[in-house]
T-cell receptor, first 111, second 115 residues
Framework: LAKTTQPISMDSYEGQEVNITCSHNNIATNDYITWYQQFPSQGPRFIIQGYKTKVTNEVASLFIPADRKSSTLSLPRVSLSDTAVYYCLLPRTGGNNRLAFGKGNQVVVIP | EAGVTQFPSHSVIEKGQTVTLRCDPISGHDNLYWYRRVMGKEIKFLLHFVKESKQDESGMPNNRFLAERTGGTYSTLKVQPAELEDSGVYFC?????????????FGPGTRLTVT
């Protein structure tokens, strides 16, 4: 499976846009770029998934360049409740369904 | 719609004892997964059920762990006998689709402490 690399942690002020980049140089053709969010004492929660270009939903936007070797999760106007660990994963279509979590990125939103 | 539920939320047992964790997936989800995070480590896959059948159990650490899903509804994960290194948080997840099942719904986890 392709490996992902993310920053370990970052702080942001309330109301700012937070961008989290994930590197996946060895991404395979069948890999989809998927992001999960985990709040303290909760299980991970799916937030967005994409294959290429840009995907947007009510929670976040995901930007994927043409070479797909990286991706950026963008959280608009964060609030204190967005403090969480954010994981970048590469589940493979046609493969097994296991999710491979890395260390994730701890985002702390400060007032 | 109720989410994935797990019971108990926290369990403290002594080394050598037995513990059984339970997971109730979202109704109608055929796929059920177990993951765990041991202290300081990343969340790791344990196994995957499709209905009552074990689709992939390659992540199970050893034969002290037994997972069942009789009837294809709820699942149990039994640890017998428990060892200190089994301490951690055990997550259950479920999904509706088999192919491309990247969207898995996780429960809150069971925190297991073995003393």
């Amino acid at each position: 499976l392709a490996k992902t690399t993310q920053p370990i942690s970052m702080d942001s002020y309330e109301g700012q846009e937070v961008n989290i980049t994930c590197s996946h140089n060895n991404i395979a053709t069948n890999d989809y770029i998927t992001w999960y969010q985990q709040f303290p004492s909760q299980g991970p929660r799916f937030i967005i998934q994409g294959y290429k270009t840009k995907v947007t939903n009510e929670v976040a936007s995901l930007f994927i360049p043409a070479d797909r070797k990286s991706s950026t999760l963008s959280l608009p106007r964060v609030s204190l409740s967005d403090t969480a660990v954010y994981y970048c994963l590469l589940p493979r279509t046609g493969g097994n369904n296991r999710l491979a979590f890395g260390k994730g990125n701890q985002v702390v939103v400060i007032p | 719609e109720a989410g994935v539920t797990q019971f108990p939320s926290h369990s403290v047992i002594e080394k050598g004892q037995t513990v059984t964790l339970r997971c109730d997936p979202i109704s109608g989800h055929d796929n059920l997964y177990w993951y765990r995070r041991v202290m300081g480590k990343e969340i790791k896959f344990l196994l995957h059920f499709v209905k009552e059948s074990k689709q992939d159990e390659s992540g199970m650490p050893n034969n002290r762990f037994l997972a069942e899903r009789t009837g294809g509804t709820y699942s149990t994960l039994k640890v017998q006998p428990a060892e200190l290194e089994d301490s951690g948080v055990y997550f259950c997840a479920s999904s509706a689709r088999l192919a491309g099942a990247y969207e898995q719904y996780f429960g809150p986890g069971t925190r297991l402490t073995v003393t």
